[in-house]
């Protein structure tokens, strides 16, 4: 797990390495060590975290044994120990233990194909000085972050935006319609940034790059939505519960290999839980399990859960109390480390695990992120999934919807779905009702992210901020993420999980999950996204639907005696911070940094409307107050990324 960055010039010219300066801003990726390489068309850049070969043989950025590639790579490569078995048979030869070595002889064998044979997570640059291309490739689901610029005359990348925007040599402005975006998702989904011409490689896409064919577009290499069949698999439930059951513990098997120690980040729930009890089989120690709580333990706290199944377990548990004036005060610095402006009010309990396990000595840390993407953790994703799929066969429903789509209608429907008072059944048909009945929602899409609530919420509170610079948006430019078009009946489920591996998944929960454990220097590993187990799984359910069972009711099913039937059967709770508290003491010590900032300079808000945002809209409940966040979250983002 590294840091990476450096420039690919089309036309070869006398170039210098890259500077210490510029390697220093990704030490906090890579503080174990640091290289460059440089020829007349490259200039590559690396900072090491050692997990794998420990020795200067794994140093980067690395040159093939015949000297015709280089190579700097950020990431973990699974399956290296199979991959490099499988190559010497073939006659190759290696001279360290690295997975970097790895990588480097699979290109060389096997070409731009290699990467469909790595269980891993990956982003790397690699230059063939015979032919003068550059390959740029990124994992399946987007783990590891690879942002880049490109001119006429020079490719630009990097691990992050404090490293890259320093080598752009102009301050790139901000782009309304990604702004817009992140607003509505509180992430800028990729492949969009907030900055004009910067870009994120995309998830499972490649980039080959060469004089002749310099303005190249990203291509596509794998999707989840479309599955090969994975051969013989069981039609019978205990069958495919064993199915599933083998696969995980494969995967939590693989992402245990290291050469250093591997902790657990662990909640009361069943994700984590997991993972902790299949680690903890397969690790020769007691393995140290850290966890998160806040002062008096509230009702969402969960460290007593996480303990007693931790203790079962027989690890070693580190408890982490988060007060509330500890993240107001550390707030800039978050913002920092974050890199992306990504208002996930969770992010600060995120970052205080890995910064624990770093105090610790801990280097690789496993966490269930993935589990409720692949397995249906969320509500409103099945909601999404039948309500498409209603659609798809009764497209009368739209028409006679029509009487609700009033905003007086849609308030008293939202109220009757969110009122937990309301029985469970009228709720479903309320929210159905109500997500039937909104004409936002583009026609020749599938409807998505309007159930989930901060999206929608979003329409009516930006209107009341926005200036001269966003006013020339079109009324659906937050849903060109999820444009991926109409799907027929069958197909709705795994297109739905398409969707939110490409929004949520990619941007939000695995960008926030790298930033602030590698802002520590600590290596975040996720088996539920292991290719073989997702495969498994959407092959499985592409025989037998699955979203209609229930939240996560293959994986419950799937753990009895591998988890204590209460963890098993409890609710999801999700990561739950005294958020009303810790966005309302931002706001308050923050918000005056819009007054005089770049989004108001800009024309992305409305000078004359700031004073009342900031005073009313917080009042309005959690819609306003969620909004007025993500504005000072963001103008501290420009603050802290753009300007420094």
Not at 70 to 95: D, K, W
Not at 258 to 274: M, R, T, W
Request: glycine share 8%; net charge negative; proline share 7%.
């Amino acid at each position: 797990m590294c840091g990476i960055v450096g420039h690919t010039h089309r036309n070869p010219v006398l170039l210098q390495p890259l500077s210490a300066e510029t390697l220093s801003r990704l030490t906090h990726r890579g503080p174990d060590g640091s290289g460059v390489y440089t020829n007349a068309h490259i200039q590559f850049g690396h900072t090491r975290l050692s997990i794998i070969d420990l020795t200067d043989a794994g140093c980067q950025p690395m040159v093939s044994l015949d000297g015709r590639h280089v190579l700097t790579y950020n990431g973990e490569i699974y399956n290296h120990l199979e991959l490099r078995a499988e190559l010497e048979a073939m006659g190759e030869q290696f001279l360290s233990h690295s997975d970097t070595e790895v990588l480097l002889v699979a290109y060389k064998v096997w070409g731009q194909d290699c990467i469909k044979r790595f269980r891993g997570m990956f982003a790397f640059a690699l230059w063939d000085n015979a032919d003068k291309t550059l390959f740029l490739a990124r994992d399946r689901c987007g783990e590891k972050p690879l942002f880049y610029h490109r001119d006429g005359e020079r490719l630009t990348f990097a691990s992050e935006l404090k490293a890259l925007v320093p080598l752009l040599g102009t301050r790139p402005a901000l782009d309304p319609a990604a702004v817009d975006m992140y607003l509505h998702y509180q992430y800028v989904p990729e492949p969009f940034t907030l900055l004009a011409g910067v870009h994120k490689l995309p998830a499972a896409h490649t980039l080959f790059l060469s004089a002749e064919n310099w303005l190249a577009e990203p291509q596509r290499y794998w999707n989840v939505e479309d599955i090969a069949d994975t051969g013989p698999l069981p039609t019978d439930t205990p069958g495919t519960l064993a199915c599933i059951r083998d696969r995980l513990e494969d995967a939590v098997k693989v992402t245990l290999r290291a050469d250093v120690p591997v902790a657990v980040a662990l909640s009361g729930g069943i994700d984590s839980g997991a993972i902790a009890a299949l680690a903890q089989k397969h690790y020769p120690e007691p393995m140290h399990a850290f966890c998160v709580g806040y002062p008096g333990r509230p009702p969402y706290d969960e460290r007593h859960q996480a303990r007693a199944l931790a203790e079962s377990l027989g690890m070693i548990v580190h408890e982490v109390e988060l007060p509330v004036e500890r993240f107001v005060d550390f707030f800039p610095e978050l913002v920092r480390i974050m890199d992306e402006p990504i208002a996930d009010p969770a992010a600060f309990g995120h970052y205080s695990v890995p910064k624990a396990a770093a105090e610790h000595g801990i280097k690789v840390l496993l966490t269930g992120i993935g589990g409720d993407e692949v397995f249906w953790g969320y509500p409103w994703v099945t909601q999404t999934a039948a309500t498409n799929q209603l659609l798809s066969t009764n497209p009368s429903l739209q028409a006679l919807s029509g009487w609700a789509t009033s905003p007086w209608i849609q308030r008293h429907l939202g109220t009757l779905v969110k009122h937990p008072k309301i029985p469970a059944r009228i709720r479903h048909w309320a929210e159905l009702l109500r997500d039937l009945a909104d004409t936002r929602s583009p026609s020749n899409q599938l409807r998505f992210y309007m159930a989930e609530s901060n999206f929608p919420d979003t329409f009516g509170l930006k209107s009341k901020v926005y200036g001269n610079a966003m006013q020339v948006l079109p009324l659906d430019n937050p849903f060109r993420p999820t444009n991926i078009g109409l799907r027929s009946y069958e197909h709705i489920p795994a297109a739905t999980i398409r969707m939110l591996f490409e929004t949520w998944l990619a941007s939000n929960a695995l960008s926030l999950g790298d930033r602030v454990s590698m802002g520590v220097g600590v290596e975040s590993r996720l088996p539920f996204l292991d290719v073989q187990l997702i495969e498994t799984v959407m092959a499985l359910r592409a025989r037998t639907p699955d979203h209609h069972l229930g939240q996560k009711a293959w994986l419950r099913a799937a753990l009895k005696g591998i988890l204590p039937d209460e963890v098993v059967i409890r609710p999801k709770a999700g990561f739950q911070p005294p958020v009303h508290e810790w966005l309302t003491g931002v706001i308050t010590a923050y918000g005056e940094i819009l007054y005089d900032g770049e989004l108001a300079a800009e024309g992305i808000l409305d000078h004359g409307k700031i004073e009342a945002a900031l005073s009313d809209l917080p009042k309005q409940g959690w819609p306003g107050l969620f909004f007025v966040y993500k504005l000072v979250l963001l103008e501290m983002w420009y603050r802290k990324i753009v300007m420094a």
